[in-house]
């Protein structure tokens, strides 16, 4: 199992239960190891935001 998107990469994230809050254009800071759940995870951060978010690959997408 491997990670779809690389550091660096500008992301569309969506966040839980469709909540506008948070959604937006991103880029991957970091691939997190995967875990015991085998559930792939990522550092991600906005430029309009002062912190990261852990969120998983199926909340994400490419960018158009």
């Known amino acids: ?6 550091v660096g990469q500008q992301i569309k ?6 909540l506008v809050s948070g959604s937006g254009t991103y880029k991957v800071v970091r691939q ?5 759940d ?3 995870c990522y550092r991600i951060k906005s430029t309009s ?3 990261e978010r852990v ?3 199926h909340e994400l997408s490419r960018t158009q």
């Not at 199992?1 to 690389?6: L, N, P, Q, V």
């Open 1 to 6: 199992m491997a990670h779809r998107f690389g």
């Open 13 to 18: 994230y969506q966040t839980k239960n469709g």
């Open 32 to 36: 997190m190891p995967i875990g015991d």
């Open 38 to 40: 085998n559930r792939l």
């Open 49 to 51: 935001e002062t912190f």
């Open 55 to 57: 969120v998983e690959e």
